[in-house]
């Protein structure tokens, strides 16, 4: 059983860039939720996606934005990159949607400069 | 809102001791709370889930206790080797209409000195 994948592993930016991250799910996972960890803090939620739709979301502006695709991996979108969306950007993937167990990727350490 | 929040932020313990670490929560309409073990800039690792009809879940030297009308929750580590020595994150799925998302505590930063 393939594990939760996130790429790429490490990626830097310049202020204005955009970015885009990738995550592919658990083998039999049709649920993705995307975090965001900044440095000392815990993972704050950022949305999810069920069934290529959007499920719910968190306390982010509207250039923070996602992809589901058929097979359940996801993206994540951020535009107009700012200084403060420097963090650890972590993907989780469950079963089903709901309060189900959730297993989450390496993360992707993003870095804007 | 739900608030989560972890005592102590950092701890350090010589290696062989037994030790508790403590998440609290404000709203205890929760439907599950996990804890997790993060390495340094790496993703999270999940170590016990405990449904909140339980009390308890134990697996190898990790056991942790829920309380849910308190709105408590403490993990505690028996025999405590150099290799425990991580941040220790408590996060809450609330019931109803927001039980898709994880609310997590800033985490214990755990040192187990050899």
């Known amino acids: 059983e393939t594990g939760v994948t996130q790429s790429p592993t490490h990626l830097i930016k310049t202020r204005g860039q955009q970015v885009t991250l990738r995550c592919s799910s658990q083998s039999g996972h049709n649920t993705v939720s995307w975090y965001q960890q900044a440095l000392g803090q815990g993972p704050q939620f950022i949305f999810q996606y069920y069934r290529e739709e959007e499920n719910g979301r968190g306390n982010f502006p509207p250039r923070f934005s996602g992809l589901q695709f058929p097979n359940y991996s996801s993206e994540l979108n951020v535009n107009a990159l700012e200084l403060d969306d420097s963090a650890l950007y972590l993907c989780?993937?469950?079963?089903?949607?709901?309060?189900?167990?959730?297993?989450f990727g390496p993360g992707t350490r993003l870095t804007v400069l | 809102k739900q608030e989560v929040t972890q005592i102590p932020a950092a701890l350090s313990v010589p290696e062989g001791e037994n030790l508790v670490l403590n998440c609290s929560f404000t709203d205890s309409a929760i439907y599950n709370l996990q804890w997790f073990r993060q390495d340094p800039g790496k993703g999270l690792t999940s170590l016990l889930l405990i449904q909140s009809s339980q009390r308890e879940q134990t697996s190898g030297r990790l056991n942790a206790s829920l309380d849910k009308s308190s709105g408590r929750s403490t993990l505690y580590i028996a025999a405590s080797q150099p290799g425990d020595s991580a941040t220790y994150l408590c996060a809450v799925t609330n019931s109803g209409g927001s039980n898709y998302k994880l609310t997590f505590g800033k985490g214990t930063l755990l040192t187990v000195n050899p």
């Open positions: 989780a993937s469950s079963l089903q949607t709901g309060a189900n167990e959730q297993f």
